[in-house]
Nanobody
Framework: DVQLVESGGGSVQTGGSLRLSCAAS????????MGWFRQAPGKERERIAA????????YYADSVKGRFIISLDNAKNTLYLQMDSLKPEDTGMYYC????????????????????WGQGTQVTVST
């Protein structure tokens, strides 16, 4: 089994920055691809970014491309999301997720079908 715990959320003003982290524990060797998603009340869950554990492939939603960077420190079993130039529309609960080997990373990202999910960390961007 895999456990994911997000941290680093908070409240910032427009234009500010935050770095989210997602610590993975348990059977972490089963992780092949990880992603970040967010959801605001009354809205559908939105994909943000994904990365393979080898770091060879990344995917970004158009809404965050150029502002957010996803990275993974395999030695620390930690996923990161560096968020710059934050906007009010970035407000939401941010979740990290993971899938095991044998899963198409892009398909998982697009479909939002992940085996493991964290509890989320809240990000609020005010004007």
């Amino acid at each position: 089994d895999v456990q994911l715990v997000e941290s680093g959320g908070g409240s910032v003003q427009t234009g500010g920055s935050l770095r989210l982290s997602c610590a993975a524990s348990g059977y972490t060797s089963s992780i092949y691809c990880m992603g970040w998603f967010r959801q605001a009340p009354g809205k559908e869950r939105e994909r943000i970014a994904a990365i393979t554990t080898g770091g060879g492939t990344t995917y970004y939603a158009d809404s965050v491309k150029g502002r957010f960077i996803i990275s993974l420190d395999n030695a620390k079993n930690t996923l990161y999301l560096q968020m710059d130039s934050l906007k009010p529309e970035d407000t939401g609960m941010y979740y990290c997720a993971a899938v095991p080997p044998g899963t198409a990373c892009y398909d998982a990202f697009v479909r939002g079908r992940y085996n493991y999910w964290g509890q989320g960390t809240q990000v609020t961007v005010s004007t």
